[in-house]
Every structure is written in structure tokens, then in C-alpha cells.
């Protein structure tokens, strides 16, 4: 059973930074010598969009609506890391994390064996 938990995220005026945060936990490493971590988001209205992803080999992906602005990270195998700078209103989303086993992230934003979190909500005001 594997476990995805979000923290971080909050409101923030428009030029403002914010950081999310992502734990799996569960037998993962053991099991999967690959795995593809990401950040997914879905504002109101619209439809669930990939973000930033990092595999197991620590090689990041990202979005083209946030590159140079969002960073990816992980502090241990299991803790994924987004730091969000110079957010926008158009940030606005619920910002889940999905851990793709047995998979890197070649294929991302597509997933095949995604377990998710909750979400957690970043509000960007102008």
C-alpha cells in the first residue's frame, strides 16, 4: 500500500513564492527501482494538467507554462519538493502529487500506476 500526503501551498499575492511539498510512503523502494514523482494541477474549469516531475535518476521535467518559475527537488527518495516562484493568478489550482511505480518519467505527464494524494490549494490574487 503506498501512501501520497501534500503539504505546503496557501494564498499569495501575484510575484509571490509559495512551496508544496510531497511524501510517499509505503514498501515503494523495495519494490520499484524506478519511479516517476509529479506534480499535477487542475484550476477551476479546467482540465487536470501536468506540472514538474522528477524520476528516480533526479532528471526534472516541466510544464511549459512553468518553466523557469517552478522548481523541482527531492531532499530524500521519498520527499518531493516544488518550489513556486513568481506565481501568477493563472497558478490557481488544487496541486496534486501523483508516484508513478515502476516507471521514470519518459512518458510523463502520462502516468500508468499513479497513486495520489489529496491535493492541496495554492490562490494566487492580482
Known amino acids: 500500500q503506498v501512501q501520497v500526503v501534500e503539504s505546503g501551498g496557501g494564498s499569495v499575492q501575484a510575484g509571490g513564492a509559495l512551496r508544496v511539498s510531497c511524501e510517499a510512503s509505503g514498501d515503494i523502494y523495495s519494490i520499484y527501482s524506478m519511479y516517476c514523482m509529479g506534480w499535477f494541477r487542475q484550476g477551476p474549469g479546467k482540465e487536470r494538467e501536468g506540472v514538474a516531475a522528477i524520476d528516480s535518476d533526479g532528471t526534472p521535467r516541466y510544464a511549459d507554462a512553468v518553466k523557469g518559475r517552478f522548481t523541482i527537488s527531492q531532499d530524500n527518495a521519498k520527499n518531493i519538493i516544488l518550489q513556486m516562484n513568481s506565481l501568477k493568478p493563472e497558478d490557481t489550482a488544487m496541486y496534486y502529487c501523483?508516484?508513478?511505480?515502476?516507471?521514470?518519467?519518459?512518458?510523463?505527464?502520462?502516468?500508468?500506476?499513479?497513486?495520489w494524494g489529496q491535493g492541496t490549494q495554492v490562490t494566487v490574487s492580482s
Open positions: 501523483a508516484a508513478d511505480l515502476g516507471w521514470n518519467c519518459n512518458a510523463w505527464p502520462a502516468v500508468r500506476n499513479a497513486f
